[in-house]
């Protein structure tokens, strides 16, 4: 029961993707510009790396998770001074963002994360692929186990700024803004 609880966010994700389509009273548009602007990166100067694809309206993480656990353990008891064990990682959709989201026992980490067209090859009846910014994290321990807080998330009223969005239960939540070779992402994925 607990694990699918953890995989809740997942499941609603492939809920979400089967529910969603065209009906017979939508039309469809041929706009190359604007069906390629819903897919555009954030304008920011990031660091994205495909970290997975979407197939069947599931997820499908692609790097080394276990490693990626481990590293990211490493990196935050170096860097930033937090001595957690992650045990697990998943997408997240919330609201219209992703997070690719890292907990452990105490601590939740969250990268965003973007659904885009890919144009290099994907897993056979994957479209689209899952891209991840190592720039920004937001780390929690006070409200790790809320569904929404402590992510990362992109204002698009103030130059596509990025921010972690706040607990729920007003509990800290703590933005990482990496900008050098020290970083806590560093060989996380």
Known sequence: MKKIIKNLPVIVLALAFLLTGCTSDQTATNSDDENTAKFKLPTIDADWVEIGYIKDGMPYL??????ALNTLSGNMKKHANINEKYTSVYVAAIGEDY?????????????YAKIIKSPGKLASGASHAIVASRKITCTTTDCSHESTGCAVKYDRDNHDLPYCSPCANGGECTKTDISNTDAVAVGVF
């Open 62 to 67: 692609t790097f080394d998770t276990k490693k």
């Open 99 to 111: 997070n690719l989201m890292f907990e452990g026992e105490t601590y939740r980490t969250s990268f």
